[in-house]
């Protein structure tokens, strides 16, 4: 695998489990792949199998293809969905609070 790519895969990774809020500890309890595997794909400095990028893939709930390929998310709700997906279940009743207070605020029924 060329080593751009390598790199450029390495840091879509970085930024998926920035943006679930997660660490590298929490992404390899999440995938069972090493802290230091992780820490190294991030940083371009390692190739890895199919086996890998699905566990990892499953663990960012994110696409193969986004990963690979750096496509961006096509639609918003997707986003939502996974910052919804990453939090605690207790909060939801409080977002969906939220949610409905917003739309009754801009008058979208």
Do not use: W
Request: charge should be neutral; charged fraction near 30%; glycine fraction near 6%.
């Amino acid at each position: 695998m060329d080593k751009g790519y390598i790199k450029d895969i390495g840091m879509r990774i970085k930024k998926q489990r920035e943006f679930l809020n997660l660490t590298q500890d929490e992404l390899c309890d999440k995938s069972g792949v090493s802290t230091k595997f992780i820490g190294s794909i991030e940083q371009g400095k390692q190739s890895f199998s199919i086996d890998i990028l699905i566990k990892l893939c499953e663990a960012l709930h994110v696409s193969a293809d986004s990963i690979i390929f750096g496509r961006e998310k096509v639609n918003d709700i997707h986003e939502i969905t996974q910052i919804l997906e990453s939090l605690d279940s207790k909060y939801i009743p409080c977002i969906n609070e939220h949610v409905r207070a917003f739309i009754n605020t801009i008058s979208i029924k």
